[in-house]
């Protein structure tokens, strides 16, 4: 016989544990963790770090990198904590991913500015603009993953925004281990190909959030 | 009586926030109230006479429980409960390949008591009318006339046949029509 409302009731509200109070802020920084050490196996494994990283970490190219990858990952954690959850959240937030992006951008045309054309071609495209997008969008996956995983166990209710944010937080982390093994320099050279890099997972999570996210 | 709805907030929300640190009276409390608003604000929305009313309740009910770690306890809980409410019924009437478009309408309305409703909502006089007609005809009306449903959809998601889905409209508008006529002559 199917169980009426009153037993259902009383068979969920019977044996209750208390609810730690950040159980999905964890849960989310656990796939972070997680996300962040697959990609750094992974990249050691196949492409290794770069060469010079002893003394790159004397210079303010890799720092700057780093920090700009850190910013992102900070902006992308705060909207997937808030995609989590149900209830409509303002989209305007994507602001905390779009001003890091802002100023690296605006940092990149006044650097490029004053260099002559042969030096700006360098600084944008560098050696290996080809593979750094997709490099960073492969090594995004599995912390997509363990996202999605985290997100489809909480209560999103806009699917592909949900995936569209945890693509974005993903590519951040993927962003700030490639930098360990990405020898470029140019500033313009990571505010756009290392941008791009992340979006990839962030239209790969909006595409497919509608699918990995739902839930019943 | 309708509950204002910054009180229903206010004992939702300690309901709610005992439940969360473990005390199973208050979480059984809560699911018991929520599950009262929830069969009608369910019941508005698939039809009075709809057979699977209790099963997007105890649906929405499970979530709740299940999902209660998403609730940001900084936030107000009628809104976290409006969502979950929202999000059941639409993945429900979407597995059952229903096209329905539901209005995305204010949350308060999960909170508030049905004649206050009527009154203040000269739109929903709708629902007042068809609550004068039996179950099956008001049922055909609302998800054919309504919910922009076809007449097949209808029959599958009532049981009843496509036939008397059909009668159902013409009786049932018929019946609508001859009440309205009456109210207008006795006013």
């Known amino acids: ?66 920090l700009y990858a850190a910013a992102l990952v900070a902006g992308g954690y705060v ?60 090594l995004s996956l599995p912390c997509l993953l363990a996202l999605c995983f985290v997100m489809r ?21 993927s962003m700030l281990v490639y930098a360990l093994h990405c020898p470029e320099t140019g500033l313009a050279f990571v505010a756009s190909w290392y941008t791009l890099g992340m979006c990839l997972p962030a239209a790969l999570g909006a595409l497919m959030g509608p699918q990995l996210l739902r839930w019943r | 009586m309708a509950m204002p709805r910054t009180a229903a907030e206010e004992t939702f929300k300690n ?22 608003l929830l069969h009608g604000y369910h019941r508005r929305r698939l039809g009075n006479g709809a057979a699977d009313i209790e099963d997007v309740v105890q649906d929405t009910l499970i979530a709740v ?15 976290w409960v409006y969502a979950i409410a929202h999000h059941k019924l639409i993945d429900h009437l979407r597995r059952q390949r229903l096209r329905v478009t539901l209005a995305l309408d204010d949350f308060e309305d999960l909170f508030e008591a049905e004649d206050d409703r009527a009154a203040r909502d000269a739109g929903r006089d709708v629902d007042v009318l068809l609550s004068q ?17 076809s007449v097949a959809e209808a029959a599958a998601h009532t049981g009843q046949s496509e036939s008397s ?23």
């Not at chain 1, 964890?26 to 750094?40: E, K, P, Q, T, W």
């Not at chain 1, 905390?96 to 500015?113: D, F, T, Y």
């Not at chain 1, 166990?153 to 944010?165: E, I, Q, S």
């Open chain 1, 1 to 66: 016989m199917k169980e009426s409302t009153s037993q259902l009731i009383n068979r969920l509200s019977s044996d209750l544990a208390p609810t730690p109070r950040h159980v999905l802020d964890s849960r989310l920084a656990a796939a972070l963790v997680i996300g962040a050490a697959a990609a750094f196996v992974l990249l050691t494994s196949s492409l290794g770090l770069r060469a010079d990283l002893s003394t790159a970490v004397a210079t303010w190219t890799l720092w700057g990198k780093l």
């Open chain 1, 79 to 138: 909207l997937c904590g808030q995609a989590a959850r149900p209830a409509a959240h303002p989209r305007w937030r994507i602001i905390m991913v779009l001003l890091p992006i802002g100023i690296a951008v605006i940092a990149a045309l006044w650097r490029s500015a004053v260099l002559s054309s042969g030096a700006r071609t360098t600084e944008w495209l560098g050696a290996t603009a080809a593979i750094c997008p997709w490099l960073i969008g492969l």
């Open chain 1, 153 to 173: 166990r909480a209560a999103p209710t806009r699917l592909r925004w949900a995936g569209f944010c945890a693509g974005l937080l993903a590519g951040a982390i």
């Open chain 2, 15 to 36: 309901l709610m926030l005992r439940g969360l640190d473990g005390d199973a009276d208050a979480h059984r409390t809560l699911l018991t109230a929520l599950a009262q």
């Open chain 2, 65 to 79: 429980h299940e999902r209660r770690h998403t609730y940001d306890r900084s936030r107000p809980f009628t809104v």
């Open chain 2, 133 to 149: 007609l039996p179950p099956a005809q008001s049922a055909a009306i609302r998800l054919t006339r309504l919910e922009g449903l």
């Open chain 2, 165 to 187: 889905i059909k009668v159902g409209v013409h009786r049932g508008l018929k019946k609508l029509a001859a009440l309205l006529g009456s109210e207008n002559r006795s006013s």
